[in-house]
């Protein structure tokens, strides 16, 4: 049952209204007669597990998908949105969780394109240029106009995505997992940008799996679970503990539940790590590091500080200088082909935190992407010449149902799953090998609320079996709960090691902006 939300004018036309929405692939019911209304000048959350259906349904409305049945309403008129184009001129702009960047375009090019305004791009571009150093201005959101895309972060990426949709001026905003590349600072200062577009009378959707966001910046939420509307409650009158017994059907434990560690032999060891990138940067800048079986330890920083570059020369995807030693044995810090292999064979797994870029092959189906890297392992070999497909597919099956992935179906292809599911794809895949280290990179990113319980859980079910774990993860609330201990990384270097049982989101804040406690 929907609850009348909708308050104001009693007359008034919602910014959005959709009735009866289905949409179905295949076999799979993405939505199921849905129907929500979303008031102008308000935020308006749109909240369930991966797989409910929630940016199937933002992407009909976007015109990247035409629904089976049911009827769109733009400020109280029927619209038709046969495509993204049509959406754009019914006002609606939107963020996907997924980038929809030219990587070898620059910001400038990216922002503009299919909005070039004219047959002469040199115009165009001036006045795009002028618009987006005024939008980067207000909203505090600087992003070199000249970078190419391939060059920035997945921070600036996401800043990128944001002013494009800036750009276009759209009435209606649709961010679909917004801030799952942010820092819990910079998602506080989009969520001022989202209240200020607000007050000037636009409408946001904002799909989400993070309730804190949810209770913070939305005026009412939608909750979807399996291809249905269960409910519409204004956020004001509900609490996080309501929000994910609707989201999942059953109480959800909100909070990591662990023993304390009991940290045993050195595992891997680094001294004097250094990445130096192609322009000559320097990435990382002399690390050490030292991780024991048995413990969890947390490597917070704003995006963009050294992270990435630190698991991809542990995992032997990126060169070094410096040592690293795993179990004792000098791993190789040069960049050949077998690196990666070599490292998975000395029991380094790694959970890459662009699962798109570097954890699945989308294109291939859930039952390849399980033995990717993995491929030449024993259990996988019919003979020296040729792949047991039938052992990969059965493993595969085992895996899908261990880890809970939806839908349960091996032969599907990668991309045919909801971001999260591809999460847990990934995951399966890496810590099923009974790594010694896993390397594991923003785990819970676009993962909703009842999968980032089930991921929590079995990381600390592998600290408890006596593996390693290195996390990175942007998300401060993760890294105090699952840690123990904690590393801050600022510009390539280690700001300081903090227990999380003595520290605070105000102090790794700090630290993570390099300011020093002294300092502070």
Excluded at 427 to 443: C, F, K, M, S, Y
Aim: some cysteine; overall charge negative; hydrophobic content about 40%.
């Amino acid at each position: 049952m929907v609850a009348d939300v909708t308050g104001g004018a009693a007359d008034a036309a919602p910014a959005i209204e959709l009735r009866g929405i289905s949409k179905a692939f295949g076999p799979v019911q993405a939505n199921k007669d849905i129907n929500i209304r979303v008031r102008k000048g308000t935020i308006h959350g749109i909240i369930g597990e991966n797989g409910a259906g929630k940016s199937t349904l933002m992407s009909i409305l976007y015109g990247f998908y035409k629904a089976d049945s049911g009827e769109i309403l733009i400020d109280g008129k029927p619209t038709q949105i046969a495509d993204s184009l049509a959406a754009i001129r019914a006002g609606i702009g939107m963020v996907f969780q997924h980038f929809k960047l030219v990587e070898n375009f620059t910001v400038l090019e990216n922002v503009i394109l299919g909005s070039e305004g004219g047959a002469l791009l040199k115009p165009s571009k001036a006045r795009a240029r002028k618009l987006l150093t005024q939008l980067a201005h207000d909203y505090e959101m600087h992003v070199d106009p000249d970078a190419l895309i391939e060059d920035l972060s997945v921070g600036h990426q996401q800043r990128v995505e944001i002013l494009k949709a800036l750009y276009r001026e759209a009435n209606i905003q649709i961010l679909d997992e917004p801030t799952g590349v942010l820092t819990p600072a910079e998602a506080d200062h989009l969520f001022r940008i989202l209240k200020g577009l607000r007050e000037q009378g636009k409408t946001i959707v904002l799909i989400t799996h993070k309730l804190r966001e949810i209770m913070e910046v939305t005026d009412e939420v939608s909750v979807m679970r399996r291809g249905e509307m269960v409910a519409t409650v204004t956020t004001a009158e509900t609490s996080p503990a309501e929000l994910a017994e609707l989201m999942v059907g059953r109480k959800v434990l909100l909070d990591v539940q662990k023993t304390p560690a009991q940290p045993g032999e050195v595992v891997m060891s680094a001294r004097g790590l250094t990445v130096t990138d192609r322009h000559g940067v320097e990435k990382l800048r002399g690390i050490d590091l030292d991780i024991r079986r048995g413990e969890i330890l947390g490597i917070a920083g704003v995006a963009g500080n050294g992270q990435s570059e630190l698991l991809e020369v542990l995992a032997g995807m990126m060169a070094g200088t410096g040592t690293m030693t795993m179990l004792g044995e000098e791993m190789d810090l040069t960049l050949r082909r077998d690196n990666a292999r070599t490292r998975r064979e000395d029991s380094i797994a790694h959970v890459h935190e662009d699962r798109h870029r570097c954890g699945l092959i989308l294109d291939f189906m859930a039952w390849e992407n399980v033995a990717f890297g993995y491929h030449n392992a024993p259990e996988y070999q019919k003979n020296a010449l040729l792949m047991d497909n039938h052992a990969i597919l059965e493993d595969a099956k085992g895996k899908i149902e261990r880890f809970d992935v939806r839908p349960p179906n091996p032969m599907l292809t990668a991309e045919s799953f909801s971001g999260g599911n591809q999460q847990k794809i990934v995951l399966a895949r890496e810590i099923e090998r009974n790594p010694d280290l896993l390397l594991v990179g923003q785990p819970t990113r676009g993962v909703d609320i009842g999968a980032i319980e089930f991921i929590h859980k079995r990381l600390i079910e592998l600290r408890d079996q006596g593996k390693a774990i290195l996390l990175v993860s942007v998300e401060l609330d993760e890294i105090l709960s699952l840690s123990d201990r904690i590393v801050v990384m600022f510009d390539g270097r280690i700001m300081g090691e903090r227990d999380p049982e003595q520290t605070n989101a105000q102090e790794l804040g700090l630290l993570m902006a390099g300011v020093t406690g002294e300092a502070a």
